[in-house]
């Protein structure tokens, strides 16, 4: 049997009479779509008439991000989706018990999260955003370690802290991990996916907004963490907080492990708490899940390709734009 995979408007699969796309860019003429989380750069609306298979929460999460995404089914004959560990309800999906597509993907437990599992597969398409030697991420006890020492140091001086993460995803996580100080403030952003994540069961605290904090005059109480999105140290809202109330700035991203990255971003310090794979838990998922053949995507895709052909794999990067690569099943 053929199949079909190529890299255009998400990855785009042809197999068994079925086009299937997974995680489309936009709307897209296919008998399926997959939809693997609720990041806003994976969900779009699609068309009316297309079939779309995500978890629950996806479907919750992207709708309280405002995007409907119509005639959402979780389960489907020949088609098996597995919990990928990177944020809330992702999902890799395991075609016809052949092809395995991982999604974003994380392999080490967060907070209130599990890690990804692997599934044996004859194909495996997998994200390697990580996927360079270079990014080897500490145990979470370490980095939890050296990061509270930093907070506690921070407040005996009466200095305010910015805590900065993805509003989806990563900030659930850091609302978890350092619910413990007080107080804690959490923007707006944050505080709508704190509060879809309570929907779904998980048990976050109840923080108070950082608007409410405001009108309050809460801030001029230090210290306090504020749990905030993502935002370059260069932003209005950041300098503001570091200008009004000389607050620091602690963001967690992988891509700390950049020395410039710290720099780049105007940021006070950055640790490597990341949502997605490093390079090593990259390798040891494509062990544990014996592929045939090996299709690499995103970020470093090349580079983890060219490792797994060292290791003995049948590794090719599945580049932007690639129109079709075929193999016989």
């Not at 298979?53 to 088609?79: N, P």
């Not at 895709?301 to 003995?312: D, I, K, P, V």
Request: hydrophobic share 40%; proline share 4%; with cysteine.
């Amino acid at each position: 049997m053929r199949v079909s995979i190529s890299n255009d408007n998400g990855i785009l699969i042809k197999y068994r009479n079925m086009r299937i796309a997974l995680d489309p860019c936009k709307a897209i003429d296919t008998d399926l779509v997959f939809v693997s989380h609720a990041h806003i750069d994976h969900v779009h609306p699609q068309k009316d008439d297309t079939r779309v298979l995500a978890s629950e929460e996806t479907t919750l999460l992207a709708k309280e991000r405002g995007i409907d995404i119509r005639r959402t089914k979780q389960e489907l004959e020949g088609f098996e989706l597995i919990d990928s560990g990177h944020i809330l309800g992702s999902r890799s999906l395991l075609i016809d018990g052949k092809i395995l597509y991982t999604g974003d993907l994380a392999m080490r437990p967060r907070a209130f999260l599990n890690k990804g599992k692997s599934m044996k597969c004859d194909t495996l398409i997998i994200e390697s955003t990580y996927g360079k030697n270079s990014f080897r991420f500490p145990p979470l006890a370490k980095l939890l370690d050296e990061v509270n020492r930093l907070i506690s140091d921070l407040f005996s001086r009466g200095i305010p802290v910015v805590l900065m993460g993805y509003p989806l995803g990563k900030a659930q996580i850091l609302s978890y991990l350092f619910s413990s100080w007080d107080p804690i403030y959490v923007h707006g952003s944050v505080q709508r996916m704190n509060d879809a994540y309570s929907k779904l069961g998980i048990e976050l605290r109840d923080f108070i907004s950082y608007q409410e904090a405001v009108e309050k005059d809460l801030l001029k109480r230090r210290p306090w963490i504020l749990i905030s999105p993502m935002w370059s140290g260069r932003t209005n809202f950041v300098k503001g907080l570091k200008k009004k109330y000389n607050a620091v700035t602690i963001a967690f991203s992988g891509w700390s492990m950049e020395s410039s990255y710290k720099y780049a971003m105007s940021f006070d310090y950055a640790f490597p708490l990341s949502d997605h794979c490093d390079f090593d838990e990259l390798i040891k998922f494509v062990e544990d899940c014996e592929p045939k053949k090996v299709y690499t995507v995103h970020g470093f895709s090349s580079e983890l390709a060219s490792y797994l052909r060292r290791l003995g794999y049948d590794a090719t990067p599945l580049l932007s734009s690639q129109k079709s690569l075929d193999e016989s099943m």
